[in-house]
C-alpha cells in the first residue's frame, strides 16, 4: 500500500496475540493505542494507519520517552509488539535488554490496565518526588530542564550526546535551533555546540567571533540568523531580511518553508513578517491585541508553527497527529514548555521544557 498505510484490522490481530497487551482506543479510529503492561517498565503504544508511523511511550530518565519508527510494514508493527524499543536520549549505554521469553499468567484485560497505569502512576510519583528532594538539597529555585525531541537517525545520535554531556548548571541550555537536518545548542555560559550539516556560513561566523552567541536560529536553504554578546548580528537569506533586522532589537526569528517565508519578533513584543505564514498562525497573531505581547514564534517547513506570548500563554498549529500527541501529553503531565522548534522534515523537532 502506498505511503506504508497499515490495515487497522491486522494490527488488531497482532495485538490480540501479544501477551499482556490491552487496546486503550476509543471508538472507530485509524489511530490505535495499545497498554503494555509489561514489568518493570510498561510501554504504551501509538499506531498511525494511515501514515505507517508508530510511536512507543516509555519513562526513563524521569521523562516520558517517545521512540518514532516512520512508514512501517505489518511485519515492522509484529516486530515492535513482540519486542518494544528501548530508547533514550540520555544514558543509552545503561539501559538493559532483556531477551528471556517467559510466559506469563493469563490476566484480563481491566488487570492488565489497572496494572499498567499503577507502574505508570508509581513512576510519575516517584520522579516528583525526586525533582522536589533535589531542589530541596540544592537550594536552587531554577527548575532543571528536559527535552524531547525526533530527528533523523544521524541527527538524533549527535544530539543525544550533546544532551548527555549537558549537566549541571554550567550546561544549562539557553538556546536551541534546528532545521530537522541539524541542531546548534547555545548555553548560559556562552559555549556552543552543533550537530554537522549546520549552515556553513553560520559555522564559519561563530568560530571567528570572539564574543559568545546569545541566540541562533536556523531554517533551510541554508538560511540563518544569530546574535552575540557584544551587540552584533549576523545572518543569511533573502534580501528583503536586511530591512528588518536594522529598524529595532531582535528577539528571534522563525523560518518557514519557501526563502521568502520568515517571521520576526522584536525585544518590545511586536513582530512582523514577509513571505507566506500558515493562516493559523497569521489569525492567532492579529486577534485579540497579540500584535504587541509576543515572547517566541517558531515555524517549521511543513506549516507548523508555535506561539509563546509574554503572559507564557501558549498556542501551536499545522502539526502532524504524532507532535499534537506530545503537546498534549505535555499539558495532560503538566509540563512547562519553554521552547518548541520545528525542522524541515515532516516530525522532526526539539523541545525545551520543565517539570512542575
Not at 508511523?53 to 508493527?77: A, E, W, Y
Not at 510519575?124 to 525526586?130: L, P
Not at 532589537?249 to 520568515?262: E, K, L, M, Q, S
Request: proline content about 3%; overall charge negative; some cysteine.
Amino acid at each position: 500500500m502506498d505511503g506504508k498505510e497499515l490495515s487497522s484490522e491486522e494490527v488488531r490481530k497482532i495485538a490480540n496475540k501479544t501477551p499482556n497487551c490491552r487496546e486503550i482506543t476509543k471508538g472507530k479510529s485509524n489511530t490505535l493505542s495499545f497498554l503494555l503492561s509489561t514489568e518493570p517498565n510498561p510501554a504504551r503504544m501509538q499506531i498511525y494507519c494511515d501514515t505507517g508511523t508508530v510511536v512507543t511511550m516509555r519513562i526513563f530518565d524521569n521523562t516520558i520517552r517517545h521512540i518514532f519508527k516512520h512508514k512501517c510494514s505489518i511485519k515492522d508493527v509484529e516486530n515492535i509488539f513482540q519486542t518494544p524499543p528501548v530508547l533514550s536520549l540520555l544514558n543509552l549505554d545503561e539501559l538493559q535488554h532483556d531477551d528471556t521469553t517467559g510466559t506469563k499468567e493469563s490476566m484480563s484485560d481491566n488487570q492488565m490496565l489497572e496494572i499498567g497505569e499503577t507502574i505508570l502512576a508509581a513512576e510519575s510519583e516517584a520522579i516528583k518526588s525526586h525533582y522536589l528532594s533535589l531542589r530541596k538539597h540544592r537550594g536552587d529555585q531554577i527548575p532543571e530542564k528536559e527535552y524531547a525531541c525526533s530527528f533523523p537517525d544521524q541527527v538524533m545520535t549527535e544530539v543525544e550526546k550533546i544532551l548527555q554531556a549537558s549537566t549541571g548548571n554550567s550546561g544549562r541550555i539557553a538556546c536551541a535551533a534546528t532545521n530537522g537536518n541539524s541542531a546548534v545548542f547555545v548555553y548560559q555560559t556562552g559555549r556552543w555546540k552543533a550537530t554537522d550539516k549546520i549552515p556553513r556560513g553560520l559555522l564559519t561566523k561563530m568560530l571567528q567571533h570572539k564574543s559568545a552567541p546569545v541566540y541562533v536560529s536556523i531554517g533551510g536553504k541554508d538560511r540563518y540568523y544569530a546574535s552575540f554578546e557584544d551587540g552584533k548580528k549576523v545572518w543569511d537569506g533573502p534580501k528583503s531580511m536586511d530591512f528588518f533586522f536594522l529598524k529595532k532589537p531582535v528577539r528571534c526569528v522563525a523560518f518557514g518553508r519557501a526563502t521568502n517565508d520568515i517571521v520576526v519578533v522584536y525585544e518590545d513584543g511586536s513582530w512582523k513578517h514577509f513571505g507566506n505564514i500558515p493562516n493559523g498562525l497569521n489569525t492567532l497573531l492579529t486577534e485579540n491585541g497579540r500584535a504587541s505581547n509576543i515572547d517566541c514564534i517558531t515555524m517549521g517547513a511543513n506549516g507548523e508553527y508555535f506561539v509563546k506570548d509574554k503572559e507564557g500563554q501558549m498556542w501551536w498549529g499545522g502539526v502532524s497527529e504524532v507532535i499534537d500527541e506530545i503537546f498534549n501529553d505535555m499539558e495532560e503531565k503538566g509540563r512547562d514548555l519553554q521552547f518548541v522548534d520545528f525542522g524541515c522534515m515532516k516530525d522532526s523537532y526539539f523541545m525545551m521544557y520543565t517539570a512542575l
